[in-house]
């Protein structure tokens, strides 16, 4: 009894940001009073204050740019991920191991030390404040995981399938692609997931790479509306905005849960 009322308690602790969200995104924008925060309002006005913060923030050229990019990055990530996976463990890549850690050593340094040489390196190349170059940065981020998830699947197997195929007539591109990726479907669901969260929720590299509002991803243009809150934007209408942009990640991780919990498992991330 004294575990469960624990448990309790830390998920109400946990529980408790996302309460406060919920009821001051719902606030009329002129009701807002931070000493009555935790006190919900009679008056329901969610809809409204998004409607307001879409138009103060152009939030629909953002949304569609993310969405975008949080589709396109994630599925070039995950294909190339696939092919090096495929490679070192399936074609026996010579010193397929130093590869493997030279593409995957770089999510070790913090992505602060890329900003300033991507900046100089897509203003020079011409790729600064363009959909083309934000997709490039966000599939060379998605790469790394993708590549680690389908190799420690594809080493679970049997390498008796690929001799099978080959002893068959099929090239290895189509064994890759006829044979070795559908048998990690779960695996790369798994990981377009994790990568479309990231860069759907991509704050950092949308300020630095991004200007205009027909390229900057959504979260970029939420901090911007929320920094105008000291400028006169109510709370509310940033809070709501926030809530409802925040909803295609849930929305995906509830739809996809089951499946997604077995491309982890596969993938030896669990």
């Given amino acids: 009894m004294i575990r469960r009322a624990f448990l ?38 969610l809809f409204t204050n998004f409607a307001q913060a879409w138009e103060s923030a152009n939030l629909q050229e953002s949304l569609a740019s993310t969405a975008l990019y949080s589709v396109v990055s ?51 190349a011409g790729l600064y404040d363009s959909r083309a170059g934000m997709i490039l940065v966000y599939t060379a981020i998605s790469v790394p995981l ?70 900057r991803p959504v979260m970029t243009a939420l901090a911007g509306l929320v920094t105008d809150v000291y400028a006169g934007t109510p709370v509310p209408v940033g809070l709501a905005a926030g809530l409802v942009v925040s909803l295609p990640t849930v929305v995906l991780f509830v739809a996809t849960q089951r499946m997604f919990a077995r491309g982890l498992a596969l993938g030896g991330l669990s």
């Fill in 74 to 124: 994630p599925a070039l990530g995950v294909l190339i991920g696939a092919m090096a996976g495929y490679t070192i463990v399936v074609l026996r890549l010579r010193y397929g191991f130093w590869w493997f850690m030279l593409l995957f050593g770089g999510t070790i340094f913090p992505s602060q030390m890329l900003l300033v040489p991507l900046f100089v390196g897509f203003s020079d």
């Fill in 8 to 45: 309790v308690v830390l998920g109400l602790i946990w529980l408790g940001p996302t309460y406060l969200l919920l009821v001051n995104a719902s606030r009329p924008p002129d009701s807002y009073d931070s000493s009555r925060a935790w006190i919900p309002s009679p008056d329901m006005a």
């Fill in 146 to 215: 993708s590549a680690f998830v389908l190799r420690n699947f594809f080493t679970g197997v049997a390498f008796s399938i690929f001799e099978a195929a080959r002893m068959d007539g099929a090239s290895t591109f189509r064994i890759f692609w006829r044979v070795y990726l559908p048998l990690a479907t779960s695996a790369l669901a798994a990981v377009f997931i994790l990568n479309f969260t990231f860069i759907w929720n991509d704050l950092l590299f949308g300020l630095t790479l991004t200007q205009t509002a027909e390229v």
